[in-house]
């Protein structure tokens, strides 16, 4: 075994989803290589601060290479923790990537090659679980920020909507489901395993004070830990005034996007966003920078069979734009962006945004991570509705 190998094992054990997770969750940067008997060329994903960059099978590369590794279901692995240099021609989240490919297996669009794993649920511990839900887990938790343990049984509320609090659990074990209630009824958005968080970093803005935005239940026995909220907030209170309006933007884009992904599991959605009295707006592709609103409103857009959708609406003191390291979603790869004719922005450098983020606790990046997956998953969980045809214009 070469000495940069530092991970190695079978996809009939892990599948490529949750281990593409593990790797994006430690910020790991490497090749991650695999391989199949009577294969004549193997698979490599490069990737960088854990978010695939390129992939190639022979004469295979970019997005096209890695969605068919999804399908090589007996593949062995291993990661190399080294540096890489290849051009980045995948552009997508990493979420959004396991999402997509995963749809793409159930629906044929992906060809399985090789044996039926062991264990199908390892092969796919981010795809969907048996309520056709997908699963957010997390990375290892730090237990210097867990002050207390709770247990919860099996259809305990945990946190219920509408009502206040600021505290943070994080899952130490068993699976829990976030559920959104609006007046047309009951909306089940995702489910949470063992790593991530139960609470939002917009409790850092309005402390002791904000209104949660959804229900969460036990949906098996639940052993979570309490966080040390006054440790989190005080290193949220040291941050920039750009990272704290940076954390409020994602903080309104989540319960935005969640909002809409229920009345489109409600079928209380209308397609096509009144968009007429708006322009497109081109976001630049520059990793350079982000855009905070200066003023006026920009739209968040995606394009479906009947029109459009929009995931979420922004306004002033909003970030528009990617941010690499944070594996943000949305604009400019996979959405449009309308604005109105009052809209002007203020360009944001990311070198500092990146310095300050490298300075943060381990803890505090994986609760910003955890906000932006949920975003990404949020959104996939919305289009596989409309995909399902379970949604459509309402008279």
């Known amino acids: 075994m070469s000495a940069n190998i530092v991970l190695s094992g079978s996809l009939k054990f892990i599948g490529?989803?949750?281990?593409?997770?593990?790797?994006?969750?430690?910020?790991?940067?490497?090749?991650?290589?695999?391989?199949?008997?009577?294969?004549?060329?193997?698979?490599?994903?490069?990737?960088?601060?854990?978010?695939?960059?390129?992939?190639?099978?022979?004469?295979?590369?970019?997005?096209?290479?890695?969605?068919?590794?999804?399908?090589?279901?007996?593949?062995?692995?291993?990661f190399s923790n080294e540096s890489?240099?290849?051009?980045?021609?995948?552009?997508?989240?990493?979420?959004?990537?396991?999402?997509?490919?995963?749809?793409?297996?159930?629906?044929?669009?992906?060809?399985?090659?090789?044996?039926?794993?062991?264990?199908?649920?390892?092969?796919?511990?981010?795809?969907?679980?048996?309520s056709y839900l997908p699963v957010i887990k997390g990375p290892l938790i730090d237990?210097?920020?867990?002050?207390?343990?709770?247990?919860?049984?099996?259809?305990?509320?945990?946190?219920?909507?509408?009502?206040y609090g600021n505290w943070f659990w994080v899952i130490l074990e068993g699976k829990v489901e976030v559920i959104r209630l609006l007046p047309e009824g009951t909306a089940p958005i995702t489910r949470l395993a063992d790593g991530a968080f139960i609470g939002s970093i917009g409790s850092f803005m309005r402390k002791g004070s904000l209104q949660r935005s959804a229900t969460v239940v036990a949906v098996t026995d639940v052993q979570l830990g309490v966080m040390d909220y006054d440790l989190l907030f005080r290193e949220y209170s040291e941050l920039s005034?750009?990272?704290?309006?940076l954390l409020a933007s994602l903080d309104n884009r989540l319960r935005q996007v969640t909002t809409n992904c229920a009345k489109v599991i409600l079928n209380e959605y209308f397609a096509q966003p009144s968009i007429d009295s708006l322009n497109l707006w081109q976001c630049p592709e520059d990793e350079d920078s982000i855009y905070m609103i200066k003023s006026g409103e920009a739209v968040i857009v995606r394009g479906i069979e009947n029109g459009y959708i929009e995931l979420c609406a922004l306004e002033k003191n909003d970030m528009l734009g990617y941010i690499p390291f944070l594996n943000t979603s949305h604009e400019p790869h996979s959405a449009a962006v309308y604005v109105s004719q009052d809209f002007e922005y203020i360009p944001i450098e990311l070198t500092g945004i990146r310095k300050e983020y490298k300075r943060m606790s381990q803890t505090f990046k994986n609760l910003i991570k955890h906000t932006t997956i949920s975003v990404s998953v949020t959104t996939g969980r919305l289009f596989d509705v409309i995909k399902a045809g379970r949604f459509g214009p309402q008279s």
């Open 16 to 78: 490529l989803g949750e281990l593409l997770q593990l790797l994006g969750g430690n910020a790991s940067t490497g090749t991650l290589t695999l391989t199949r008997e009577n294969c004549d060329h193997p698979g490599r994903i490069f990737i960088i601060d854990g978010n695939p960059i390129n992939s190639e099978i022979g004469n295979i590369k970019g997005l096209d290479a890695l969605n068919r590794l999804f399908g090589w279901v007996d593949a062995d692995y291993e």
């Open 84 to 130: 890489v240099s290849c051009e980045q021609v995948i552009k997508k989240s990493r979420m959004e990537i396991i999402l997509d490919a995963l749809r793409m297996v159930d629906d044929g669009e992906i060809q399985i090659v090789g044996e039926t794993p062991d264990n199908p649920e390892a092969a796919a511990v981010d795809d969907a679980d048996s």
């Open 143 to 163: 237990y210097i920020y867990v002050v207390d343990e709770e247990e919860f049984s099996a259809g305990k509320e945990i946190v219920y909507q509408e009502k």
């Open 241 to 245: 005034a750009i990272w704290q309006s």
